[in-house]
């Protein structure tokens, strides 16, 4: 993955499995479970690269034969969510699986492609500085700052931009 976004052609299947056992020991070391839903639901998330919507997760377990009411799945995204697992895109009301912890002064940076609906995930130590120190300056204090930028994925802005995109 350059940058975070995914070659075209990568193993989605490594994908989940990364994300999936990543889940697991993390639910391990704190003492929380990783029940079946919760499970199916980040397993959903982690075949791609895109947000998926809560409805659109619902339909996909339908289709596997592993459906889920829309209640359920909502509260296995607010666990996923709250355990560091998954993180809500707002400006998209769509979740995306996360495979790596977060911490210390970090922000989390979602790089949002327009055309391809793909998102990178990147940190900035530094921006998330700056950004809890213009807080601080007003008296606010900022809890999990994310960040959204919209744009282009160096596959969509590349001259042969209108192949087929993985996502």
């Given at each position: 993955m350059k940058s975070g976004f995914p070659s075209p052609g990568h193993d989605h299947a490594l994908c989940v499995a990364d994300t999936l056992t990543h889940a697991e020991k993390t639910?391990?070391?704190r003492g929380v479970r990783l029940t079946p839903l919760r499970r199916?639901?980040?397993?959903?998330?982690?075949?791609?690269h895109a947000p998926v919507g809560a409805y659109d997760i619902v339909e996909r377990?339908?289709?596997?034969?592993?459906?889920?009411?829309?209640?359920?799945?909502?509260?296995?995204l607010d666990f996923l969510v709250g355990e560091g697992l998954a993180h809500r895109i707002e400006?998209?009301?769509?979740?995306?699986?996360?495979?790596?912890?977060?911490?210390g002064d970090e922000i989390v940076v979602f790089l949002l492609c327009e055309r391809c609906s793909t998102v990178a995930e990147v940190?900035?130590?530094?921006?998330?500085?700056?950004?809890?120190?213009?807080?601080?300056?007003?008296?606010?204090?900022?809890?999990?700052?994310?960040?959204?930028?919209?744009?282009?994925?160096?596959?969509?802005?590349?001259?042969?931009?209108?192949?087929e995109r993985i996502a």
């Open positions: 639910c391990d070391v199916r639901v980040l397993g959903v998330l982690a075949a791609s377990l339908k289709k596997t034969g592993e459906a889920a009411p829309a209640m359920s799945v909502y509260r296995a400006s998209r009301n769509a979740f995306l699986a996360c495979n790596r912890g977060h911490g940190t900035s130590s530094a921006v998330g500085r700056d950004l809890t120190k213009a807080a601080s300056a007003v008296g606010f204090e900022a809890h999990a700052p994310v960040l959204e930028i919209k744009g282009l994925c160096e596959i969509c802005r590349s001259p042969s931009a209108s192949q």
